[in-house]
C-alpha cells in the first residue's frame, strides 16, 4: 500500500469499446447446445492444471496510456468446445455427463449433485441411527414451480428452487420432484408429462431415458407415477418393521433466519395418505447443514461464477466515467457476465450507488431504480454478481467514478481495505465470525481516526463498546453464500445464537468457521445522515468525534469492498479476483490488462485462474514484493 501512486494525479481514460456485434453472438449462440452428454472417464479426469499463457503488455506503467485490454476475448474468437480448445490448451477431455451453456462456459459435471446426495444420505443415517431410528425410508423433495406474473399468462424465466437443485442439478425443469431412497441412496426423478398443446408451445421434451442420463440420476419417471412410487417405497415389509418401525417420509420444512420464509414440503394429491409416516424433523437439518460446507466441485463452480462476475466488474470499472446513468453500469455487468459468461440469472438485484446513494445499504431496488446521473467526484458502489448453474457470487467494488481519489475518499478506501486485509489474514478453521466482525470494525474505526473523524487519542475498544463501529458499518462482515447469496445454515441449532449488540446482530452467522464454508467478507463505512445524527446526540458516542471534521465526508456515501472467500484447513482462498489495491483500481481504470503481471496485495490471498475450455485453470501471478 505504501507504494500506491498519487491519488491526486488524472488517470488517462480509455476509448469507449464498440459492442460486441450482435451477429455474430447469434450465430456463436445458435450453434452451441444447452446439453452435451458424454460418457466414459470418472469425473477425475476434469482435475486439471494447465499453465496460462500471461497476457503479453509488458513494458506498460502506471499513469501512461494504454490501449484497453479486453478482460475477455471478443465472442467471435472465443473456442467453442470441446475437441479443438481442449487439445489447443493441453486439456483432457471431458467425458461424463454435465451442464453447459456451449463455447466455453463452464461445463458443470452432474457428479456434483450425485456427490450432494450421498453426503445428505450419509448425514441422515448418522443422525437416524444416533438417534435410535429406521434405516428405510423416502426423501422427497419437490422442485420449483413456473409462475406468471400477477393475474396474467406472462411467465417470469424459471430459476429452480435452491435445496432441489442441490441435490438434483435440474436447474432448466420446472414443475419436477426428486427422491432419495434410504437407505441405499436410489435417485428417482419426476419430470411432467407434456401434452400436445405444451409441445407445440414450448417444443418436445426430452423422454425418460435422456432425462436420466442428462442428470445422472438412476431413474426417470413422470409425476403422474409419483402417488404409486410413494405407496410402493413405504409398504411395510415383513419382519422389518419390528426393529426399524415402518418405513419414513422425509419431507422438508424449516425456517430461513434471512428471510424469515420457511421451507414448504412436497405435496401431491394424496401424500395425505402417508400422514403417520410423515417426518419434518431429519431432513431440513441434514440438507442445510450439508448445503453450509462445499464440496470440491461446488467450489471449482463458484471459482467461475466469482470469476465471470469479477471480469464483469473490470469491464464496468473501465468503461464507468461522468455522465453516464448508474443503470447503464448494472446493465453493462449483466450483458458481460451473460454474453461471455452463461449467466441468465443475477443472484441478486444490482446495487449501483453512485454518489450519496452507496448510504443506502440495499439501493438499485424498485424504490430506488439505479437511476443517478454519475457526476465528476463521485464514488461509486457497485455490488453485483452473477449465477451459474443456480451458483451465487456477491462482489462489491468502490472507486470514483472519474478515476481519481481525494484524499478523504482515499482515506475510508483504505481503511475498509485494512478491514478486508485483516479479516482474510485470520480466517481459517476454528475462527469466530463474530470476532472477525469486530476486527473489521476496529480497522475502520482506526482509519477514521486517521483521517480526523474520530478523536486519535480515543482507544479503539472504548469505541466498540460504545458501539461506535455499527454507525459507521451498520450491517454483518459477511454471510454464508453458495446456492443462494444469503445461503442457509447462518443460525442452524446448536451453532452460536444471534447477539442483540448493534452490529453484531446484524450478522447473518455467528459460526465458528468450518472448513470448505464459503463466506462474503464485505467490510464497509458509510456516512449514513440519520445514524450519524443519532451518534452525535448520544453522549456514550459523540464524545469520539472531532468537531466539523464529520460534515466533509457526509454526503459521500460510503465504500464496501466485497469478496467471496473460501475456508481451507489451514487459512482460506479468496475466490474473488477483482482489482482492490488503489493503484490496481486506477490501472484498471486506465485501461491496464486485468489480472495483472503481479500481484501487488498476495496479503488477500486471491487465487488467480482463467478459463479453458469451460474449465478453471490457475494462472500464474507472482507477488509483486520480493
Ligand atoms: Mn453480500
Not at 273 to 298: G, W, Y
Not at 516 to 544: H, N, S
Given at each position: 500500500?505504501?507504494?500506491?501512486?498519487?491519488?491526486?494525479?488524472?488517470?488517462?481514460?480509455?476509448?469507449?469499446?464498440?459492442?460486441?456485434?450482435?451477429?455474430?453472438?447469434?450465430?456463436?449462440?445458435?450453434?452451441?447446445?444447452?446439453?452435451?452428454?458424454?460418457?466414459?472417464?470418472?469425473?477425475?479426469?476434469?482435475?486439471?492444471?494447465?499453465?496460462?499463457?500471461?497476457?503479453?503488455?509488458?513494458?506498460?506503467?502506471?499513469?501512461?496510456?494504454?490501449?484497453?485490454?479486453?478482460?475477455?476475448?471478443?465472442?467471435?474468437?472465443?473456442?467453442?468446445?470441446?475437441?479443438?480448445?481442449?487439445?489447443?490448451?493441453?486439456?483432457?477431455?471431458?467425458?461424463?455427463?454435465?451442464?453447459?451453456?456451449?463455447?466455453?462456459?463452464?461445463?458443470v459435471p452432474a457428479e456434483l449433485h450425485r456427490e450432494n446426495r450421498q453426503r445428505l444420505v450419509g448425514r441422515m443415517l448418522a443422525s437416524s441411527s444416533s438417534a435410535g431410528g429406521e434405516g428405510r425410508g423416502l426423501v422427497l423433495l419437490e422442485g420449483g414451480k413456473q409462475t406468471t406474473r400477477y393475474d396474467t399468462d406472462h411467465e417470469p424465466v424459471f430459476r429452480q428452487e435452491s435445496y432441489f437443485h442441490w441435490a438434483f442439478g435440474m436447474a432448466d425443469a420446472p414443475d419436477a420432484y426428486g427422491a432419495i431412497s434410504l437407505p441405499g441412496g436410489r435417485t428417482t426423478v419426476f419430470v411432467p408429462r407434456r401434452s400436445?398443446?405444451?409441445?407445440?408451445?414450448?417444443?418436445?421434451?426430452?423422454?425418460?431415458?435422456?432425462?436420466?442420463?442428462?442428470?445422472?440420476?438412476?431413474?426417470?419417471?413422470?409425476?403422474?407415477?409419483?402417488?404409486?412410487?410413494?405407496?410402493?417405497?413405504?409398504?411395510?415389509?415383513?419382519?422389518?418393521?419390528?426393529?426399524?418401525?415402518?418405513?419414513?417420509?422425509?419431507?422438508?420444512?424449516?425456517?430461513?433466519?434471512?428471510?424469515?420464509?420457511?421451507?414448504?414440503?412436497?405435496?401431491?394429491?394424496?401424500?395425505?395418505?402417508?400422514?403417520?409416516?410423515?417426518?419434518?424433523?431429519?431432513?431440513?437439518?441434514?440438507?442445510?447443514?450439508?448445503?453450509?460446507?462445499?464440496?470440491?466441485?461446488?467450489?471449482?463452480?463458484?471459482?467461475?461464477?466469482?470469476?465471470?462476475?469479477?471480469?464483469?466488474?473490470?469491464?464496468?470499472?473501465?468503461?464507468?466515467?461522468?455522465?453516464?446513468?448508474?443503470?447503464?453500469?448494472?446493465?453493462?455487468?449483466?450483458?458481460?457476465?451473460?454474453?461471455?459468461?452463461?449467466?441468465?440469472?443475477?443472484?441478486?438485484?444490482?446495487?449501483?450507488?453512485?454518489?450519496?446513494?452507496?448510504?443506502?445499504?440495499?439501493?438499485?431496488?424498485?424504490?430506488?431504480?439505479?437511476?443517478?446521473?454519475?457526476?465528476?467526484?463521485?464514488?461509486?458502489?457497485?455490488?453485483?454478481?452473477?449465477?451459474?448453474?443456480?451458483?451465487?457470487?456477491?462482489?462489491?467494488?468502490?472507486?470514483?467514478?472519474?478515476?481519481?481519489?481525494?484524499?478523504?475518499?482515499?482515506?475510508?478506501?483504505?481503511?475498509?481495505?485494512?478491514?478486508?486485509?485483516?479479516?482474510?489474514?485470520?480466517?481459517?478453521?476454528?475462527?469466530?465470525?463474530?470476532?472477525?466482525?469486530?476486527?473489521?470494525?476496529?480497522?475502520?474505526?482506526?482509519?477514521?481516526?486517521?483521517?480526523?473523524?474520530?478523536?486519535?487519542?480515543?482507544?479503539?475498544?472504548?469505541?466498540?463498546?460504545?458501539?461506535?463501529?455499527?454507525?459507521?458499518?451498520?450491517?454483518?462482515?459477511?454471510?454464508?453464500?453458495?446456492?443462494?447469496?444469503?445461503?442457509?445454515?447462518?443460525?442452524?441449532?446448536?451453532?452460536?445464537?444471534?447477539?442483540?449488540?448493534?452490529?453484531?446482530?446484524?450478522?447473518?452467522?455467528?459460526?465458528?468457521?468450518?472448513?470448505?464454508?464459503?463466506?462474503?467478507?464485505?467490510?464497509?463505512?458509510?456516512?449514513?445522515?440519520?445514524?450519524?445524527?443519532?451518534?452525535?446526540?448520544?453522549?456514550?458516542?459523540?464524545?469520539?468525534?472531532?468537531?466539523?471534521?464529520?460534515?466533509?465526508?457526509?454526503?459521500?456515501?460510503?465504500?464496501?469492498?466485497?469478496?467471496?472467500?473460501?475456508?481451507?484447513?489451514?487459512?482460506?482462498?479468496?475466490?474473488?479476483?477483482?482489482?482492490?489495491?488503489?493503484?490496481?483500481?486506477?490501472?484498471?481504470?486506465?485501461?491496464?490488462?486485468?489480472?495483472?503481471?503481479?500481484?501487488?496485495?498476495?496479503?488477500?490471498?486471491?487465487?488467480?485462474?482463467?478459463?479453458?475450455?469451460?474449465?478453471?485453470?490457475?494462472?500464474?501471478?507472482?507477488?509483486?514484493?520480493?
Amino acid at each position: 500500500m505504501a507504494d500506491t501512486p498519487n491519488p491526486t494525479r488524472p488517470r488517462p481514460r480509455p476509448r469507449p469499446r464498440p459492442l460486441l456485434s450482435v451477429r455474430s453472438a447469434l450465430a456463436a449462440a445458435a450453434a452451441a447446445a444447452s446439453f452435451l452428454l458424454l460418457r466414459s472417464c470418472p469425473p477425475a479426469a476434469a482435475a486439471l492444471a494447465s499453465p496460462h499463457p500471461q497476457n503479453p503488455a509488458k513494458g506498460t506503467k502506471p499513469g501512461r496510456r494504454m490501449a484497453p485490454t479486453p478482460a475477455m476475448p471478443p465472442l467471435a474468437d472465443r473456442r467453442s468446445v470441446p475437441a479443438a480448445a481442449e487439445a489447443a490448451a493441453g486439456l483432457a477431455p471431458i467425458d461424463f455427463p454435465y451442464f453447459s451453456l456451449g463455447l466455453d462456459t463452464y461445463r458443470v459435471p452432474a457428479e456434483l449433485h450425485r456427490e450432494n446426495r450421498q453426503r445428505l444420505v450419509g448425514r441422515m443415517l448418522a443422525s437416524s441411527s444416533s438417534a435410535g431410528g429406521e434405516g428405510r425410508g423416502l426423501v422427497l423433495l419437490e422442485g420449483g414451480k413456473q409462475t406468471t406474473r400477477y393475474d396474467t399468462d406472462h411467465e417470469p424465466v424459471f430459476r429452480q428452487e435452491s435445496y432441489f437443485h442441490w441435490a438434483f442439478g435440474m436447474a432448466d425443469a420446472p414443475d419436477a420432484y426428486g427422491a432419495i431412497s434410504l437407505p441405499g441412496g436410489r435417485t428417482t426423478v419426476f419430470v411432467p408429462r407434456r401434452s400436445l398443446d405444451y409441445t407445440i408451445v414450448c417444443g418436445a421434451v426430452p423422454d425418460l431415458d435422456q432425462v436420466r442420463d442428462q442428470y445422472g440420476v438412476d431413474e426417470a419417471r413422470y409425476v403422474d407415477e409419483l402417488p404409486a412410487f410413494v405407496d410402493e417405497e413405504l409398504r411395510e415389509v415383513d419382519g422389518s418393521e419390528e426393529e426399524e418401525g415402518p418405513p419414513r417420509l422425509h419431507l422438508l420444512r424449516g425456517l430461513n433466519t434471512d428471510s424469515g420464509n420457511m421451507a414448504i414440503p412436497a405435496r401431491y394429491d394424496g401424500i395425505s395418505a402417508h400422514a403417520d409416516r410423515r417426518d419434518f424433523d431429519l431432513l431440513f437439518p441434514s440438507i442445510a447443514e450439508c448445503r453450509v460446507r462445499k464440496t470440491a466441485l461446488e467450489v471449482g463452480l463458484m471459482r467461475y461464477t466469482h470469476w465471470v462476475s469479477c471480469m464483469a466488474h473490470v469491464e464496468v470499472m473501465r468503461t464507468c466515467r461522468p455522465g453516464m446513468m448508474e443503470y447503464q453500469l448494472e446493465s453493462l455487468f449483466q450483458h458481460h457476465t451473460y454474453t461471455h459468461g452463461g449467466c441468465r440469472h443475477m443472484s441478486y438485484t444490482c446495487i449501483c450507488a453512485c454518489g450519496p446513494n452507496p448510504a443506502v445499504l440495499h439501493y438499485g431496488h424498485g424504490g430506488r431504480p439505479n437511476n443517478r446521473l454519475l457526476e465528476p467526484g463521485d464514488m461509486a458502489l457497485l455490488d453485483m454478481g452473477a449465477e451459474y448453474h443456480c451458483y451465487a457470487s456477491d462482489i462489491t467494488c468502490s472507486y470514483p467514478v472519474d478515476g481519481t481519489f481525494t484524499p478523504d475518499q482515499r482515506a475510508v478506501y483504505e481503511a475498509v481495505l485494512e478491514a478486508q486485509v485483516e479479516v482474510i489474514r485470520r480466517m481459517r478453521p476454528a475462527a469466530s465470525w463474530t470476532e472477525m466482525h469486530r476486527a473489521a470494525e476496529r480497522c475502520i474505526l482506526r482509519g477514521l481516526q486517521g483521517a480526523g473523524i474520530l478523536a486519535a487519542d480515543a482507544d479503539i475498544e472504548d469505541m466498540i463498546a460504545a458501539d461506535l463501529g455499527a454507525i459507521f458499518m451498520p450491517h454483518g462482515l459477511g454471510h454464508l453464500i453458495g446456492l443462494d447469496t444469503h445461503d442457509v445454515g447462518g443460525y442452524a441449532e446448536g451453532t452460536p445464537p444471534r447477539s442483540e449488540r448493534p452490529g453484531l446482530s446484524k450478522l447473518r452467522t455467528a459460526r465458528i468457521l468450518e472448513a470448505g464454508m464459503v463466506l462474503t467478507v464485505e467490510p464497509g463505512c458509510y456516512f449514513i445522515d440519520p445514524l450519524l445524527d443519532l451518534a452525535l446526540a448520544d453522549p456514550r458516542q459523540a464524545k469520539f468525534f472531532v468537531p466539523g471534521r464529520l460534515d466533509d465526508f457526509r454526503g459521500m456515501g460510503g465504500v464496501r469492498l466485497e469478496d467471496g472467500v473460501l475456508v481451507t484447513e489451514d487459512g482460506c482462498e479468496n475466490l474473488t479476483v477483482a482489482p482492490r489495491a488503489v493503484e490496481e483500481v486506477l490501472d484498471v481504470m486506465g485501461g491496464r490488462q486485468w489480472p495483472p503481471e503481479r500481484d501487488v496485495m498476495p496479503e488477500l490471498k486471491r487465487n488467480w485462474v482463467s478459463r479453458e475450455a469451460g474449465r478453471m485453470v490457475p494462472i500464474d501471478v507472482p507477488p509483486a514484493k520480493a
